[in-house]
């Protein structure tokens, strides 16, 4: 079991820049793959970013590519998401994700555990 909490979000203006946190609940974080993903008001959820265990492999959906960076600090359980350039149409609720399978966030877009979300909304 993981537990996932989000934190960093809030109002930003355009061409601002957030850093959102998950802090992660178990001994077995540094065993599992961690993804950022998230959902606009109406639309389904999408995949934003994704990081293995040991950090070696990165991917990023292509509309955040150079924008958005995703880190992750194991010794503190906790992975990041550093946003820049924001954009309105980056405004979302952004969900923190951990699986245990590489192939599930990074191919799948899926996972098994979920953070309760944190709203970013980017002003124009």
């Known amino acids: 079991q993981v537990q996932l909490v989000e934190s960093g979000g809030g109002l930003v203006q355009a061409g601002g820049s957030l850093r959102l946190s998950c802090a992660a609940s178990?001994?077995?974080?540094?065993?599992?793959?961690m993804g950022w993903f998230r959902q606009a008001l109406g639309k389904e959820r999408e995949f934003v970013a994704a990081?293995?265990?040991?950090?070696?492999?990165?991917d990023y959906a292509d509309f955040v590519k150079g924008r958005f960076t995703i880190s992750r600090d194991n010794a503190k359980n906790t992975v990041y998401l550093q946003m820049n350039s924001l954009k309105p149409e980056d405004t979302a609720v952004y969900y923190c994700?951990?699986?245990?399978?590489?192939?599930?966030?990074?191919?799948?877009?899926?996972?098994?555990?979920w953070g309760q979300g944190t709203q970013v909304t980017v002003s124009s």
């Open positions: 994700a951990a699986d245990s399978s590489v192939y599930a966030i990074f191919h799948q877009r899926r996972s098994t555990y």
């Open positions: 178990g001994r077995t974080f540094s065993t599992y793959t």
């Open positions: 990081i293995t265990s040991n950090g070696a492999d990165i």
